[in-house]
């Protein structure tokens, strides 16, 4: 028996299908279904690729009825080609068959899944009064961040900064932001700070930030990197999954911080952070994320 082939979705198609306010809601329910520990979801797989630095990352995941595996390659020498850092394919399956039902180009998915779930988050830690927000970094997820917290609070300003003054430059004009001039000036009095760097050493101090803000700590993927100080990383800090930030965060494991709760714990009304702490949360990406929006996508596209 021949297995039909499955859907092949390019970004654009992706771009069309994927939408935030289809995401969010399916990632604030992934989220507490992975604090529940209704899914299932092993660590990622990381392989080392050539030139050094370079990447491979295996994730698979199992939630209702998403069964997708995402194969990300993170190349930083992508950048001086043209190309993003961050190259992501999805395989989405039949959960019970295991029939592919599509292979998807999952780089914008990617972008605005991880944006989505800050954007949930802030939305569970935060008030609703207007932000000014920092963002370090300048790439797509500062762009995706952006998008996604205008569309939870009201965004007062946002400041960028990066090591490059030219990335900075074009970032905070797509987005309708400031070009910062350092790292300190973006975040000094900034109520949310986002970190989106490819950094393995800290860019975020702690002494910086205000009492009471909360930081989307969103790189450093990695046990031996980190994008916060000591500092910072003693504040209370909140993961998406706590055996992952114990596992793979290096801003964790370096730091020896203690991660309080999952996020999942927060929405579901299990946990409630102290009124006027200085949040940390940490994300590293999970897999369910990937594939509830790989299946929003999917029945997107069989519909239309």
């Not at 929006?293 to 997107?300: C, F, G, K, M, S």
Request: hydrophobic fraction near 50%; aromatic fraction near 2%.
């Amino acid at each position: 028996m021949t297995l039909p082939l499955p859907l092949i979705l390019d970004d654009a198609a992706v771009r069309r299908h994927l939408t935030l306010d289809a995401l969010l809601p399916a990632i604030e329910a992934a989220l507490i279904e992975l604090a529940a520990g209704r899914a299932t979801q092993p660590l990622r797989t990381v392989m080392e690729l050539p030139p050094p630095g370079s990447l491979l990352f295996v994730k698979p995941a199992l939630i209702g009825n998403a069964l997708a595996t995402k194969l990300i390659t993170q190349v930083p020498d992508n950048a001086a080609r043209g190309l993003p850092t961050m190259i992501a394919t999805l395989v989405l399956m039949d959960t019970d068959t295991g029939q592919p039902l599509a292979v998807m180009d999952a780089t914008w998915l990617t972008e605005l899944r991880t944006a989505a779930v800050s954007a949930v988050a802030t939305r569970a830690l935060h008030d609703q009064s207007p932000k000014t927000v920092a963002i370090l970094g300048a790439g797509r997820l500062a762009r995706s961040h952006a998008l996604a917290l205008r569309a939870v609070v009201p965004v007062h300003e946002i400041r960028v900064w990066s090591r490059n003054p030219d990335n900075v430059a074009r970032c905070a004009a797509d987005i309708d932001g400031i070009a910062s001039p350092s790292a300190e000036a973006a975040v000094i009095d900034a109520d949310i700070v986002v970190t989106v760097t490819n950094a393995s050493t800290p860019v975020l101090m702690g002494r910086w930030l205000k009492t009471g803000a909360l930081v989307h700590a969103v790189g450093a993927p990695r046990p031996t990197w980190r994008e916060l100080d000591d500092e910072a990383m003693h504040n209370y800090v909140v993961a998406d999954h706590r055996h992952a930030a114990e596992t793979e965060s290096g801003d964790v494991l370096l730091s020896g911080a203690k991660v309080q709760c999952e996020i999942g714990e927060v929405l579901a009304g299990q946990v409630k952070v102290p009124t006027g702490a200085t949040v940390i949360f940490k994300a590293l990406g999970q897999a369910v994320e990937d594939a509830v929006a790989a299946r929003i996508v999917y029945q997107a596209a069989i519909e239309a």
